[in-house]
Nanobody, 125 residues
Framework: VQLQASGGGLVQAGGSLRLSCAAS????????MGWFRQVPGKEREFVAA????????YYSDSMKGRFTISRDNAKSTVYLQMNNLAPEDTAVYHC???????????????????WGQGTLVTVSS
């Protein structure tokens, strides 16, 4: 499956952005979807994940309550709504697809089989 993330940009602290990740090539509903972020020089960090039909979601503790992951299987797209952004949220955000939902390891990059190229989010203070 091919993944294309979009929606990044420059936003002031306290602002909001919605990221999108469009999938193509395979049946989108067959995949668990996740969002990760990465700052240069640091490891890729888990943000959120959503099950195949969207009935289960899982968030990093630091994003819970500010970020919301959702999906529209008819549009083969997963979203990340980010509110109350802070400068430390600045990163390249990547979407990823996994064949299985395993909650114990859904935050690990090793679960995911396909990755998008990322979209840059910059939060100014």
């Amino acid at each position: 499956v091919q993944l294309q993330a979009s929606g990044g940009g420059l936003v002031q602290a306290g602002g909001s952005l919605r990221l999108s990740c469009a999938a193509s090539g395979r049946t989108f509903g067959d995949y668990v979807m996740g969002w990760f972020r990465q700052v240069p020089g640091k490891e890729r960090e888990f943000v959120a994940a959503i099950s195949r039909i969207g009935d289960l979601t899982y968030y990093s503790d630091s994003m819970k309550g500010r970020f919301t992951i959702s999906r529209d299987n008819a549009k083969s797209t997963v979203y990340l709504q980010m509110n109350n952004l802070a400068p430390e949220d600045t990163a390249v955000y990547h979407c990823a697809a996994a064949r299985k939902w395993i909650q114990a390891i859904v935050r690990l990059t090793s679960l995911y089989d396909y990755w998008g190229q990322g979209t840059l989010v910059t939060v100014s203070s």
